[in-house]
């Protein structure tokens, strides 16, 4: 009994409060700290992907916006880059498919001239129990995720000791 008098009392004390101040968010600025650099984000068209590819841009680095899927996602990604100031292209390759890496870097080579940041975030997921998994689906899971990082990244590496 004693406790519930000290809870009802507590309780009026802080609906008796006086009104807090209304919060007031900082502005802040965008620091372009990546002025300069060139980068490839790899699933780039949606996801953690356009996340990274619009902070670079932001940031200041001329983006490379890889996709697979709906060339308008990828181009909404370079649109939103282009619009805060930031140079995007967008190019669509598949990580996993050789030709298709050596053409897209090829490609970023000409416009940008180099590449600085490589960020190997494509990837996909083929949802099913493994018993009833195809091995067709899990050598696509297998092509994008482990040798499309290696074809990218082998890429980037001869651009870096070029």
């Not at 990274?52 to 990828?74: C, H, L, M, S, T």
């Not at 001239?113 to 067709?136: H, R, W």
């Not at 290696?150 to 651009?159: D, V, Y």
Request: with cysteine; hydrophobic share 45%; charged share 20%.
């Amino acid at each position: 009994m004693a406790s519930d008098m000290r809870i009802n009392q507590k309780l009026n004390e802080m609906n008796s409060m006086p009104e807090q101040p209304h919060v007031v968010k900082p502005k802040c600025e965008t620091l372009q700290i990546l002025k300069g650099q060139k980068a490839l984000v790899t699933g780039a068209s949606s996801g953690i992907g356009k996340a990274i590819a619009i902070a670079f841009g932001v940031a200041g680095a001329d983006v490379v916006v890889n996709y697979i899927g709906d060339e308008n996602d990828a181009l909404d990604v370079t649109e939103i880059i282009q619009s805060s100031g930031g140079n995007a292209i967008a190019i669509r390759a598949d990580v996993s498919q050789e030709d298709q890496v050596s053409a897209m870097f090829s490609q970023m080579l000409d416009v940008f001239g180099t590449i600085d940041i490589l960020v190997n975030n494509a990837g996909i997921q083929q949802d099913s129990p493994i018993e009833t998994m195809s091995l067709k689906q899990w050598e696509q899971v297998i092509a994008v995720n482990l040798t499309g990082q290696f074809l990218c990244a082998r890429e980037a590496i001869r651009e870096f000791k070029r």
